[in-house]
């Protein structure tokens, strides 16, 4: 059948070999697959109980299919965004096959993975909805539960290649975008089928009957020859894909400018740190400036910083806070807080290289610790955006500024001794814009734990002084200062444990 059926038939060869046959990680997948099967067929079971009369059933479906092919799009392209410029995605190329065959192959792997239950649950409610209650449905929609994230796949592989050759600086918006969608297909499912369950009249409305809704007969042959028509477009613009890799390699292979590496040098040089602390230091500024995911998440925080000074909503939201602390921690959570629980999960199967390099697990720790520091002066800037918001006093302003970068500082400490038995847990081999994400992303125990712990400490200290305030259990100027010396002791507290847990990783 072609070199592309060879390929395809390799990578889920691989894909089984990794996950089911030397692996178990599989198994969760595959118990995941059938609880979402359990869950679509007993919680369909309170919507078919009654028909909410006066519903276009071709308007409801239609909505469905609409969400099946949202979730496959954002699905098919992070997926093959990874399978195309990955790290085995140079293995592909050097190999004695036309680009063509190598985007073809991606299309069909893409699309056999867009073919879970749990990817397919828009599609299997309407299928169960048809079945209860519209039967002359059933032939159509079992012939779009394929053609759907056919369509979504075959378009999200044309757009990774377009995307990533012609349009590469909003690559990393577009990774924004495409779990987005697939969110938003699964939210607008489930929030359809609660409003069936409720018989509420919101499914009346005039969008859910759209004309694009109502002739799903037509669906079929319109998706088939579209689908036909972006294969034939992958085909011919595959060469684009290869001439990406190279351009990709190219830049890749180019080396760090050196007078930025002496500048930051010189800097860390000021504090006379030693030298492997300093070198931690360097390695960890150099790994997160590379991944353009930070910049993401700069950019989110100046914009979700600066818009309750341009909403008054949200202006009129935060006044009912019982602190503006409780945004201030919200916010820099949001932005920062996996990147400080992934700081060790982040350097993959490195361990060997700090033992080359003579790095003491205290070394590393307290190196870690000062490197993620300088993220506590962005909580302090959120403060001082709130005291311009409320108009605070100056007796008010400056215990709020130090509470917000203490609090920060001791939530960071904390948050790192978990997040250090993530270390040498997690295999990074390559450079593409989804595994640099996948680096900022808890996907460990440990640095889900670490996230948890985190977000609990910023919670106990934005509420903390309030409570001893409205207690009056100590002054509120004693609550502050007790606030700042408990962040202290947290913070110190939390380096030792980082490092004597680092001891025992260092052991394996």
């Not at 309407?126 to 039967?135: C, E, K």
């Not at 779009?144 to 909003?170: D, I, M, Q």
């Amino acid at each position: 059948m072609g070199n592309w059926w060879t390929l395809a038939k390799n990578k889920l060869k691989e894909t089984w070999n990794e996950r089911m046959r030397f692996g178990r990680s599989g198994l969760w997948f595959v118990l995941l697959e059938l609880a979402t099967l359990v869950m679509i067929c007993f919680g369909m079971g309170s919507v078919l109980k009654n028909r909410a009369d006066g519903l276009e059933p071709a308007g409801i479906l239609g909505f469905l299919t609409v969400m099946t092919f949202l979730v496959a799009f954002g699905n098919g392209y992070l997926f093959s965004e990874r399978m195309l410029f990955g790290r085995t995605a140079r293995v592909d190329r050097l190999l004695a096959v036309a680009p063509r065959d190598v985007v073809l192959s991606t299309v069909l792997v893409a699309y056999l993975a867009n073919l879970r239950p749990t990817l397919l649950s828009p599609i299997l409610m309407a299928l169960a909805l048809a079945h209860a209650w519209f039967p002359e449905k059933q032939i159509p929609l079992l012939g779009l539960a394929f053609l759907a994230p056919f369509f979504g796949t075959a378009l999200a592989v044309l757009a990774v290649v377009l995307v990533k050759k012609f349009l590469n600086r909003l690559s990393g918006l577009a990774f924004i975008i495409a779990p987005a969608l697939q969110v938003g297909g699964l939210a607008g499912t489930v929030w359809l089928v609660i409003d069936l369950a409720g018989r509420r009249t919101i499914t009346r409305e005039a969008w859910i009957n759209l004309p694009a809704f109502q002739h799903l007969l037509w669906w079929a042959p319109a998706l088939l020859m579209t689908g036909g028509i972006l294969l034939f477009a992958l085909a011919r613009l595959a060469h684009l894909w290869e001439e990406t890799q190279w351009q990709l390699e190219g830049r890749g292979s180019r080396r760090q400018e050196k007078n930025q590496v002496r500048s930051i040098l010189a800097l860390l040089s000021a504090f006379r740190l030693p030298p492997p602390i300093q070198a931690v230091i360097l390695k960890e500024w150099l790994s997160l400036r590379r991944n353009p995911l930070t910049t993401l998440r700069i950019v989110a925080w100046a914009i979700i910083s600066l818009a309750p000074l341009l909403s008054p909503g949200l202006r009129s939201l935060i006044s009912t806070f019982p602190s503006p602390l409780i945004a201030v921690f919200a916010i820099w959570f949001f932005c920062f807080g996996e990147l400080v629980a992934t700081a060790y999960q982040a350097e993959g199967r490195r361990l060997g290289l700090l033992w080359l390099a003579a790095v003491s697990p205290g070394q590393l720790a307290l190196g870690k610790f000062l490197a993620y520091l300088p993220l506590a002066l962005f909580a302090a800037g959120t403060a001082g955006v709130m005291i311009l918001i409320f108009s605070l006093q100056r007796a008010s302003a400056l215990p709020m500024i130090i509470l917000a970068f203490t609090g920060t500082v001791a939530g960071i400490a904390l948050s790192l001794a978990p997040a250090s038995l993530s270390m040498n847990t997690v295999n990074y081999q390559g450079n593409s814009l989804t595994e640099l994400a996948f680096e900022q992303v808890p996907t460990t125990f440990y640095s889900i734990a670490s996230t948890i712990i985190l977000g609990g400490l910023l919670a106990a200290f934005s509420i903390a002084p309030v409570f001893l305030k409205s207690t009056g259990m100590v002054p509120l100027f004693s609550a502050w200062i007790g606030a700042v010396a408990g962040s202290a002791i947290i913070g110190i507290a939390g380096i030792a444990a980082a490092s004597y847990l680092l001891k025992r990783r260092f052991l394996l």
